[in-house]
């Protein structure tokens, strides 16, 4: 017996809205020869992975920087320009771009508080500064491929939010209604129009605010450049200590030290050196699929001539893009957190999200069907509760830290690496005077509450994203409480 299609029913008032759902043999043809890899380091090109060496031995520095994803990296191109002739030096565990700066979608945002209504609910007061702060980390990061010579793939192509449940129109509408320079409101038969898919119903462009990257190759790029500028960079140097008995930063691997003046922490989701922050992050694990190249046939069934980053309004909600050969990212939606806060390789292996995410990846474009994915991977995202990063100095100001990035770091890392130079430098200016700079969020509580807090409100998120976004008595306490579970 051949299958047949399943759809949903979703009713609001008298009308009834259906959704067909893939047969289970496309999806199970989409994912027959899938690898478990990230596609954006496959995609790098050799003269991008040097083979750096391990840290060995006992080296001086004026700065070191412990992590090699984007936080450490954009510190030390920074910390460069403002201390010419300094000794910086860098030292990642694993490889340059390794971690989560590696495997994100490329989305680069100029917003530093992981969206306008989640700053608005935090730092109203600060909202304006910190969007014009956020907007030009933005153009000076889409500048800095012709200043330094990089190539990371950086299209201005902004974010198209699509409404994909009648009563997320309504919240579209809401928006475009605040007059936010850049928005452009799109009713159904025009969001079709720049993107075909039969789940839209209206949608959002934010013209101005987002660029796309090609991530492993923006993590390459700025250590290539870093290099190029006399930085030292170690890879596979797992960082054991952290010691300031002394007048300055003893930084410890098992093979070496690196003895500093002062350092910068950009270690993201592991644990970090500084016994205050950790209980500040969470680990939690996103899923990703990359499709084959579309045909251009392919391409003209869904247009996406603008190329626009794409995120749903969904508290699950999913995140999709095109690269510049024409696949197509598509993740999110499963966002999970294992028990005990461990970062683990077990944890990237995840099948069933997988074949959900296939699932849904052929309900958003059903004239897809046949295409197959190439790659699927996993990362853990830092998480905290303000839901955006977080930052602060210790030691007696020798050490400074940035952390809490909730996945949305691509362009705030450099706003990041910025703060943590000024803290250390004693410097008061428009950034460190930010509440969102000066102040710490809450901590997540140690386990087994954590484990139940996060899955707990996981759960109820998704019941408000089937129950017309209508939001239970915990997600209203937490948000009376200032607790950044609202995506």
């Known amino acids: 017996m051949g299958e047949t299609n ?29 690898r478990h890899s990230v596609f954006w380091r496959d995609d790098l090109p050799e003269s991008l992975t040097p083979d750096r060496p391990q840290l060995v ?6 700065l070191v920087i412990v992590g090699g994803g984007y936080t450490g990296l954009w510190t030390a191109l920074l910390a460069g320009e403002r201390m010419p002739g300094a000794k910086i030096v860098v030292v990642e565990a694993q490889r340059v771009g390794w971690a989560a700066s590696g495997r994100n979608g490329g989305f680069c945002e100029s917003s530093l508080t992981h969206g306008h209504e989640n700053g608005m609910a935090r730092w109203p007061n600060e909202m304006p ?27 201005r192509t902004g974010q198209l939010a699509p409404a994909v449940e009648p009563h997320q129109v309504e919240w579209l509408k809401e928006w475009a209604a605040e007059g936010e320079q850049g ?38 790029e700025l250590a290539r450049v870093c290099e190029e500028r006399g930085v030292e960079i170690f890879e596979r140097s797992h960082v054991t200590g952290l010691d300031t008995s002394g007048p300055g930063v003893v930084v410890i691997t098992e093979h070496g030290r690196v003895e500093a003046s002062r350092a910068a922490l950009g270690t993201n989701v592991f644990p970090s050196l500084l016994k205050r922050n950790r209980l500040m992050t969470v680990p939690v694990y996103d899923y990703v699929l990359m499709t084959e190249p579309l045909s251009d046939e392919q391409l003209t069934s869904i247009g996406w001539n603008d190329r626009q980053g794409i995120g749903d309004l969904a508290n699950q909600f999913h995140y999709y893009r095109i690269t510049r050969d024409n696949r197509i990212l598509f993740g999110g939606y499963d966002a999970i957190y294992y028990y005990g806060r461990r970062v683990e390789p077990g944890h ?16 958003t474009f059903p004239q897809l069907e046949g295409l197959r994915f190439t790659h699927q991977w996993a990362g853990a995202i830092d998480s905290s509760t303000q839901f955006t990063a977080f ?36 410097v008061s200016n428009e950034r460190t005077e930010l509440e969102m700079v000066r102040k710490r969020p809450i901590p997540f509580p140690p ?11 996981r759960w109820s998120l998704d019941r408000a994203d089937h129950n017309f976004g209508k939001r239970n008595l915990l997600l ?8 950044g579970f609202d995506s």
């Open 57 to 62: 031995g006992t080296h001086r520095a004026d």
């Open 476 to 483: 209203k306490t937490l948000d009376a409480l200032g607790l």
């Open 183 to 220: 928005v452009v409101y799109l009713d159904e038969d025009e969001v079709r129009a720049s993107v075909n898919s039969p789940t839209y119903l209206a949608g959002v462009w934010e013209k101005d605010a987002c660029g796309m990257v090609h991530p492993a190759r923006m993590a390459a």
């Open 447 to 457: 386990e087994p509450a954590a484990s139940l807090a996060v899955n707990t409100v």
């Open 129 to 155: 500064l910190i969007e014009r702060l956020g907007l030009e980390n933005l153009d000076a990061i889409q500048e800095s491929e012709s200043r330094y010579g990089m190539d990371f793939q950086f299209e």
């Open 391 to 426: 930052f602060g100095t210790a030691r007696e100001r020798r050490v400074a830290y940035a952390a809490g990035f909730t996945g949305l770091g691509v362009g705030s890392t450099r706003f990041a690496g910025e703060v943590m130079l000024d803290l250390l430098d004693g």
């Open 348 to 363: 990237e292996h995840r099948p069933e999200t997988w074949e959900k995410l296939a699932g849904h990846f052929f309900t």
């Open 6 to 34: 399943a759809s949903e029913l979703i009713t609001v008032g008298t009308t009834v809205f259906e959704r067909q759902r893939p047969q289970a043999s496309v999806i199970r043809h989409s994912l027959a020869d899938t």
